[in-house]
């Protein structure tokens, strides 16, 4: 199985098992929706092979075209597009909460049972693991790096390229939302890093600003 398949099947499937049957699927026989939506986001993927740059990138058009498939036939069944976008943006949610941790972990670099070198770490390691785990279908600036901020600029998203070049910009903020499920448990499970994201691409905006800021918990 190729690396695009892989990720087709797997996100298909997280999807599939984090939605709500009984308002969304119908009647409808769940092996016959996956093959539906696989048979889908695969053509998807076979159009769409000049986006892949990398082996990252593969990942990427696998996970955002059965998205994109998943999102077509939600609307088919639902007859209503505001619908399935919340169909499938929720369905993300659930799959991205129960993985935070981990995700924290491996993206930021750091161990959430040592927030005092939290900020550290990431101020580190923000950019080259945003490029290790994305590749080069994104692009990253440093805007601050000093003692107390991490200010990180992102030009290029995948996701944003994706669902403009079909007409389906509007599914982009179901990714960025899926930041905010980690950024919310950072948050909870470490004080000492503070995080904004005050303009994004999906938004229309230049770039996603990503701005970490050290907190200095120690009282006076």
């Avoid at 976008?85 to 993300?92: H, I, P, Y």
């Avoid at 003692?147 to 982009?172: G, M, P």
Wanted: aromatic residues 8%.
């Amino acid at each position: 199985m190729t690396q695009i398949a892989r990720a087709v099947n797997e996100t298909i499937e997280q999807i599939l098992a984090s939605l709500d049957e009984s308002t969304a699927l119908g009647t409808k026989p769940a092996d016959s929706l996956r093959e539906t939506i696989t048979a889908q986001a695969l053509s998807l993927c076979a159009n769409d092979r000049s986006l892949i740059v990398d082996p990252q990138s593969e990942r990427l058009l696998g996970f955002s075209s059965a998205v994109l498939a998943t999102y077509h036939l939600l609307s088919e069944l639902t007859e209503n597009s505001q619908e399935a976008r919340r169909l499938v943006g929720d369905a993300l949610v659930r799959t991205a909460e129960e993985g935070s941790t981990t995700y924290i972990e491996a993206r930021l670099g750091i161990r959430l049972d040592e927030p005092e070198s939290a900020f550290d770490r990431i101020a580190n390691c923000f950019i080259e693991r945003g490029e290790s785990r994305f590749g080069s279908a994104f692009r990253y600036a440093q805007d601050v790096l000093d003692e107390e901020r991490c200010f990180v600029r992102i030009e290029k998203c995948f996701f944003d390229s994706f669902f403009r070049t079909h007409q389906a910009e509007d599914l982009t903020p179901l990714l960025c939302r899926l930041d905010i499920v980690w950024t919310e448990e950072l948050h909870r499970r470490c004080s000492t890093v503070a995080f904004s994201r005050p303009t994004t691409l999906a938004a229309g905006d230049d770039a996603c600003r990503f701005q970490f800021v050290r907190v200095n918990t120690e009282r006076s």
